[in-house]
């Protein structure tokens, strides 16, 4: 009997990682030039999300509270990205703001801050270190 080892697209975890998080850094992308505001929690998370391209509005939600920052947010903007940390301080932030802006007609999406968590919890903790996890993937396992 011959027993041949089946070829298989054997490709690193990394790879996989890198792939699904441009796809994450895209969706950003997108919805920030399609005007969608992101929520994120201060300066730092600004410049990294500058740091990966993203050309719309940012909004920071650190000094302000988050019924004035979701009731400003749903009068200017038709759609609202929220991403803050994936730590504890930045999940509860996330909460209340969501809670806000859906009482005021916004459903924002919670979708690519999650996906990020999952994605990245093991590695990084904050938005502000998404650009340079960013570029260590991609020098690892880019082409």
């Known amino acids: 009997m011959n027993c041949e080892k089946a070829q298989?697209?054997?490709?690193?975890?990394?790879?996989?990682?890198?792939?699904?998080?441009?796809?994450?850094?895209?969706?950003?992308?997108?919805?920030s030039c399609e005007g969608a505001a992101i929520i994120v929690e201060g300066r730092r998370d600004e410049m990294s999300l500058r740091a990966l391209g993203l050309p719309g509005p940012v909004i920071m939600a650190s000094r302000r509270s988050a019924l004035d920052l979701a009731e400003?947010?749903?009068?200017?903007?038709?759609?609202?990205?929220l991403l803050t940390d994936w730590d504890e301080k930045g999940d509860?932030?996330?909460?209340?703001?969501?809670?806000?802006?859906?009482?005021?007609?916004?459903?924002?999406?919670?979708?690519?801050?999650?996906?990020?968590?999952?994605?990245?919890?093991?590695?990084?903790k904050d938005v502000e270190s998404l650009s340079q996890y960013a570029e260590r993937m991609r020098a690892q396992y880019g082409n």
């Open 8 to 31: 298989h697209d054997v490709r690193q975890k990394g790879t996989y990682d890198l792939e699904a998080l441009e796809e994450l850094i895209a969706s950003l992308y997108d919805a």
């Open 72 to 81: 400003d947010a749903a009068r200017n903007f038709p759609r609202i990205v």
């Open 92 to 124: 509860e932030m996330a909460k209340k703001i969501e809670m806000h802006l859906r009482s005021a007609g916004l459903k924002p999406d919670i979708e690519i801050r999650s996906r990020i968590a999952k994605l990245v919890r093991k590695e990084i």
